[in-house]
Every structure is written in C-alpha cells, then in structure tokens.
C-alpha cells in the first residue's frame, strides 16, 4: 500500500493555515531550538498573505485527519547578503529565483515520502510558473537527516559551514534543485503548417562558479 495514500497532498487553503503555522513554529522551537526569529521567520506571522494571496508563491501542505502534518513553501525573494555571500545573490536575485522554505513533517508522519513528494510539487510549481529561472533553497546540516535528505534531491552550491554566517550550532549548506520548464519536456516535432515553429526554451543564464572556502568571515543573521 502506498503510504502517500493516507495523506491529503495539496496547495493550502485558507482553513489549514493556523494548522501549518502551528507546525512550523513546533518545528523552530522543539526541533531547532532557538524559536521564532523575526528576522528569519516573517513570513510565518501571516502566511495567508504571504503564500495563498500571492500568485507567484506558494503553500503545501500535508493533511492526515484533518491535521496539518507537513508543510514546503516557496516564494519569489532570493538570499540576501549579509549574512549570506555575495557571489550567491546574485546568482540567486530575487524575482528571478523561486527560494523553497519551510519544509517540515511533524515526527510522527516521517518515512512516509511527504517531504520528497512536497519539494517534487513545489519544484513544478516553480516550473510550470514562467518567471523563475532557478529553484534555491539552504539548510541546517546540523538537523539530523537533513543534509542526506537534500542531497538526495538538489546539488550543492556553496557550503557555509566554515563561515558560520548562522552563528553558532547552525551548519547551512546551500543548495540548488534543477528546475525543467514545460518547454523544456515538450517533444521535438514540424510545425503545423501555417504555423510559426515554437521558440527554444530559455537556458537559465550562466552563473559563475562559488570558490568553496574562498569567502571572508559574514556579519551574524
């Protein structure tokens, strides 16, 4: 039996944002333990407006029983610099990057495939959306499962751990996911006649590489 079958997975609505907003603020004060952090977390205070009200971003979710138990997110603002590198704002800028966030399972709901199946739907969103050009996301390796789990999925692009840019117990690596447009998977063919053969898809624009361990030492978040 395929265990996916047990959950409801689906862009959030309306009534499941006190449930999802619940479950991310469990997962930053029981699981990463340094709680709310207004500078990092804004967008938790009103996801509503944040995510369901903006075309370009979005809210998943996964529901068992009525109950929030997974969430992705993804919006249109790439990282910022400080704390971050330079060198990735600007192959990351906002407007042009969707940025995946908030990807979490409540314990008791793990080693069901929700986190995978999420991150699949929101990279196709991202896709299928037309602006973006590239799928981004960092996380805290120090979380257990968390670096195995993103590298299963995306490709590093700069590993922060020896800058600490976080400050203290948090070990961020930077990652991309390869975004494939709808263009990109159409099959070649003739056009129809009296038709304008189809424009090649856009090739997301070249980024120069990140020297790994070539950045100086980042002002704190």
């Known amino acids: 039996m395929n265990r996916q079958s047990l959950y409801e997975i689906r862009h959030a609505r309306p009534g ?23 500078d990092w977390h804004a967008d938790v205070v009103d996801l509503q407006g944040h995510y369901l009200d903006h075309p370009r971003h979005a809210l998943l979710v996964a529901a068992h029983g009525g109950e929030v138990v997974a969430t992705t997110a993804l919006h249109s603002t790439g990282p910022a ?24 399972v409540r314990a008791g709901h793990r080693r069901n495939g929700l986190a995978r199946e999420l991150v699949h739907r929101a990279r196709d969103f991202a ?16 979380i257990p499962g968390a670096e195995a789990f993103w590298r299963s999925l995306a490709e590093e692009v700069h590993d922060a751990r020896p800058t600490g840019e976080h ?22 063919g003739p056009p129809t006649p ?12 070249p980024a120069p590489a990140l020297r790994q361990g070539a950045f100086p030492t980042l002002p704190r978040m």
């Open 81 to 104: 610099h400080p704390p971050h590198p330079r060198e990735l704002t600007e192959r990351y800028p906002s407007g042009t990057t969707a940025q995946l966030v908030r990807v979490y």
């Open 167 to 188: 400050g203290p117990g948090v070990a961020t690596v930077h990652f991309e996911i390869p975004l494939r447009h709808p263009a990109d998977l159409r099959p070649a």
């Open 194 to 205: 009296g038709t304008r053969a189809p424009a090649p898809a856009l090739a997301p624009a």
């Open 127 to 142: 896709a299928a959306e037309g602006g973006y050009r590239r799928l981004y996301l960092h996380t805290n390796t120090a």
């Open 16 to 38: 499941d944002v006190p449930g999802a907003r619940r479950l991310i603020l469990d997962t930053f004060y029981r699981e990463f333990g340094y709680g709310y952090v207004p």
